[in-house]
């Protein structure tokens, strides 16, 4: 003969378990978001501040990238470029947390002729407004020669 304390525990159970599953589904989730930064850093080979046919890839070419989100935290970012010359940072985290604002800038060229900045510029600022999954690409970092071939003049 069951008691009315098993009675009530037995149809108390069910109720508990969906009042569980009521708020866990009502819980408020942080949304997650992904975000990307690229870019390019280039040897412009007759210095002329333009990326032309004579101009090549820098692999391995240094870049930083600094972000402030949203809630006020500053991220630093270090990347290095491919054999392409493109270097990239990606990063996911809550939609609260997000990228604000950001500086992306040459740190250094290991190339052994390409080694001096050529950009009158030593960093590019930009606001990050892109969706989640969308990357924001940055201008191309030039580096110059110390000595400037003479089929450039």
């Known amino acids: 003969m069951a008691t009315a304390c098993s009675l009530l525990h037995r149809c108390l159970l069910p ?3 969906a009042l569980l599953a009521f708020l866990l589904a009502a819980a408020p989730t942080a949304e997650a978001w992904t975000g990307e930064i690229r870019g390019r850093v280039v040897c412009d080979v007759c210095a002329d501040s333009a990326i032309g046919p004579e101009d090549h ?3 391995g070419a240094e870049v930083a990238v600094l972000c402030i989100t949203k809630s006020g935290e500053v991220i630093n970012y270090q990347a290095f470029t491919n054999y392409e010359g493109i270097y990239s940072v990606a990063e996911t985290m ?3 947390d997000r990228w604000d604002s950001c500086l992306a800038r040459p ?3 290991f190339h052994q002729h390409c080694t001096r900045r050529g950009d009158a510029h ?8 892109k969706h989640s999954g ?6 191309a970092f030039l580096y110059k020669p110390a000595n400037i071939p003479l089929y450039c003049s």
Not at 122 to 129: A, C, E, L, Q, R
Not at 134 to 139: E, G, P, R, W
């Open 134 to 139: 969308n990357s924001h690409s940055v201008k």
């Open 15 to 17: 109720l508990h378990l």
């Open 57 to 59: 890839a820098l692999e």
């Open 107 to 109: 740190i250094s060229s």
């Open 122 to 129: 030593s960093g590019v600022k930009f606001t990050y407004n």
């Open 94 to 96: 809550p939609e609260s």
